[in-house]
T-cell receptor, first 120, second 111 residues
C-alpha cells in the first residue's frame, strides 16, 4: 500500500509565477490536510479537505492561495504570484477518518514527503 | 487557542536515555501526538496519548499529565539514527483533528 505521494519534491519558481503542488492520499483515505513548514519553524496547518469539499481553510492566507480535492485525481495546492516569503516545505497528510473526541480512538494523519518550494 | 512549548535542541550520546518535554495550553483537549522528522523527510507518527500516564512502545515511551498540561517523550538506548526533530502536536478541535505543532526539538546523538 503506497503511502502519501507528493509531487514535485522540489519546485523552483520566480517571483510572480504560479506554483502547483500535488498530493495523492493513501489508498482509501478521503481526508487531506496541507501544512507549511518555514525554515527553522514548526508545521503550520493550512487547510483540511474532503473529496470536493473544503472543510477548514482557517490556516490559508486569504490571497493567492487556494486548494482543491476533486472527485478524481490528487489534491492541489495552488499559489499564485509567488513571493520569496512563500519559500517553504509544504506537507500533505491524509487520514481515513477525521478525529473524534477524548477517547482512546483517534485517527492518525500520514504525511507525505513534502514539496520544497524555492522562490527566486 | 493552542500554545505548545518544546526545547529547541538537545544532545545526547549513543546508548543513553533522553527525555524531551512538551508543555501545552489548549482550549479543549483531544490528546497529544509525538512525531519524528528526519531532516528533509516527512514527519512519522510515534505516539498518541489521551489518558494520563505512560505509554511504552519499544525504546520509545510517552507520558501525559493533563492536569499539568505536560508530556514527555522518553528515548532509551539511543542510536545514531535517532538524531532527528521530535514534534509535539495537539489536535485543534474535536472532529477535524487539525494538528497544531510545536516548533520541534532537534536531537543530536553523538558516538
Amino acid at each position: 500500500n503506497a503511502g502519501v505521494m507528493q509531487n514535485p519534491r522540489h519546485l523552483v519558481r520566480r517571483r510572480g509565477q504560479e506554483a502547483r503542488l500535488r498530493c495523492s492520499p493513501m489508498k482509501g483515505h478521503s481526508h487531506v490536510y496541507w501544512y507549511r513548514q518555514l525554515p527553522e519553524e514548526g508545521l503550520k496547518f493550512m487547510v483540511y479537505l474532503q473529496k470536493e469539499n473544503i472543510i477548514d481553510e482557517s490556516g490559508m492566507p486569504k490571497e493567492r492561495f487556494s486548494a482543491e480535492f476533486p472527485k478524481e485525481g490528487p489534491s492541489i495546492l495552488r499559489i499564485q504570484q509567488v513571493v520569496r516569503g512563500d519559500s517553504a516545505a509544504y506537507f500533505c497528510a491524509s487520514s481515513l477518518l477525521p478525529g473524534r473526541g477524548a477517547t482512546k480512538y483517534y485517527n492518525e494523519q500520514f504525511f507525505g514527503p513534502g514539496t520544497r518550494l524555492t522562490v527566486l | 487557542g493552542q500554545n505548545i512549548d518544546q526545547p529547541t535542541e538537545m544532545t545526547a550520546t549513543e546508548g543513553a536515555i533522553v527525555q524531551i518535554n512538551c508543555t501545552y495550553q489548549t482550549s479543549g483537549f483531544n490528546g497529544l501526538f509525538w512525531y519524528q522528522q528526519h531532516a528533509g523527510e516527512a514527519p512519522t507518527f510515534l505516539s498518541y496519548n489521551v489518558l494520563d500516564g505512560l505509554e511504552e512502545k519499544g525504546r520509545f515511551s510517552s507520558f501525559l499529565s493533563r492536569s499539568k498540561g505536560y508530556s514527555y517523550l522518553l528515548l532509551k538506548e539511543l542510536q545514531m539514527k535517532d538524531s532527528a526533530s521530535y514534534l509535539c502536536a495537539v489536535p485543534r478541535n474535536t472532529g477535524f483533528q487539525k494538528l497544531v505543532f510545536g516548533t520541534g526539538t532537534r536531537l543530536l546523538v553523538s558516538p
